[in-house]
Nanobody
Framework: QVQLVESGGGLVQAGGSLRLSCAAS????????MGWYRQAPGKQRELVAH???????TYTDSVKGRFTISRDNAKNTVYLQMNSLKPEDTAVYYC??????????WGQGTQVTVSS
């Protein structure tokens, strides 16, 4: 079993920054991909960014140039640095992890609210 614990959400003004963290524990040896998804009210959950163990990253177009995903394999932790936040970034952000592109494990979610 894998547990993912997120931290770092909150309320910020447009143009501000937040950093999300997600620590994995448990049976983690099969985890290759870690990432962040988000779900805004009335919308489907969408991929924000993910990162492979070797460091390869993918971002959704709307966050490119503003968000940076990183990973500390020694700490089994993934980070999402979010800069130049916009009101449309408001959502519940979920940490996800798995062996491949389809997440097998999810965190509980952390709220990010960007005020205009």
């Amino acid at each position: 079993q894998v547990q993912l614990v997120e931290s770092g959400g909150g309320l910020v003004q447009a143009g501000g920054s937040l950093r999300l963290s997600c620590a994995a524990s448990g049976t983690i040896f099969r985890i290759n991909l870690m990432g962040w998804y988000r779900q805004a009210p009335g919308k489907q959950r969408e991929l924000v960014a993910h990162i492979y163990r070797i460091g390869t990253t993918t971002y959704t177009d709307s966050v490119k140039g503003r968000f940076t995903i990183s990973r500390d394999n020694a700490k089994n932790t993934v980070y999402l640095q979010m800069n130049s936040l916009k009101p449309e970034d408001t959502a519940v952000y979920y940490c996800a992890a798995g062996a491949g592109v389809v997440p097998q494990h999810w965190g509980q979610g952390t709220q990010v609210t960007v005020s205009s």
